[in-house]
């Protein structure tokens, strides 16, 4: 009897021990199966957050991981073999990517719904939206320095804004766009006025919320400037800018997995737009429309 019950016990014994082992090796192989995404992203908003957020919904066992630099930083980084993705860049950049063959040529499986002007001819990148320079000023600070409203980026030429002015760095995409606008003279001329510059929007933004500036040129106004919304911060909608796209690619590293690709199917789907079109002014799928502020006024 006690032969039999030390062998029954021995079974069991044997058995959990089986189970758990059984449970272990199910949950290393979960573990493993869960691939890193690394992207490379010029956006300094906290949108790219909640996009991240509800991807992960999607797909529980894809790891996102983002980190913003500037282009130089998104160069160096690609070189090192340290992003997967970018994200968010202006086409001007993507195309000088391109022509460094650091992209990998991919057709997503959402292209025929985005829209002809947001694709390229290679498929070496595709656009997501749009966005476009506006004039942001504290209404505080103008009443107080008694300042006149700008009607237009031209206005900041004046001698009142002299010192009253934050602008996008020269070495910025946003600076480009702003001269291909206004032309070398004129742009030169507002940055006379310019206090300092910030290469980040959110540098932008802290020194007219605090009250060190009256007036910025910015991008991305909406998912930048929500976190101060107290009232004082508005908009001039002033649009002689042309709006740039900004896209998302694959980078052309030694391994271009699955999971990069649908990434990339995944924020041009109608999840990732419904998303996005709270804080763009202009989306890249055919069917979703902004719902931003003020995004009835720019022009594609």
């Not at 063959?101 to 498929?123: A, G, H, P, R, V």
């Not at 749009?130 to 209404?139: R, S």
């Not at 409203?149 to 804004?161: A, G, I, M």
């Amino acid at each position: 009897m006690k032969k039999f019950i030390s062998i029954a016990m021995l079974s069991v014994f044997m058995f959990t021990l089986g189970g758990c082992s059984s449970v272990n090796k199910k949950m290393d192989v979960a573990t493993q199966e869960k691939t890193i995404i690394k992207i490379g992203t010029t956006l300094d908003g906290d949108y790219l957050k909640e996009l991240i957020d509800t991807f992960n919904i999607y797909y529980p066992n894809t790891i996102v991981e983002s980190k913003v630099y500037d282009f130089q930083g998104i160069e160096d980084a690609i070189d090192k073999d340290e992003v997967d993705i970018v994200y968010g860049l202006s086409e001007t950049d993507l195309k000088k990517l391109q022509k460094e063959d650091k992209l990998y040529q991919y057709k997503s499986k959402e292209y025929d719904n985005i829209k002809d002007q947001y694709k390229n001819n290679d498929n070496y990148y595709i656009g997501i939206g749009g966005f476009t320079p506006v004039i942001a000023y504290n209404k505080e600070i103008l009443k107080k320095e008694n300042l006149s409203l700008p009607k237009d980026f031209n206005d900041l030429q004046k001698d009142e804004y002299k010192n009253k002015v934050i602008m996008p760095s020269e070495d910025t995409t946003m600076y480009e766009e702003i001269v291909k606008a206004l032309g070398k003279g004129n742009t030169e001329k507002i940055y006379e006025n310019a206090k300092h510059t910030s290469k980040f929007n959110h540098g932008i933004a802290e020194v007219l919320n605090n009250e060190e500036v009256g007036i910025v040129i910015v991008p991305d106004y909406e998912g930048l400037f929500s976190a101060w919304d107290d009232g004082n911060v508005e908009l001039i909608y002033s649009n002689p800018i042309n709006v740039m796209a900004e896209g998302v690619a694959l980078i052309d590293n030694k391994e271009v997995k699955p999971q990069h690709k649908e990434f990339v199917d995944w924020v041009l789907g109608e999840e990732a737009m419904n998303v996005m079109r709270k804080n763009r002014a202009l989306l890249s799928r055919k069917e979703i429309k902004s719902v931003m502020p003020g995004s009835d006024k720019f022009v594609e």
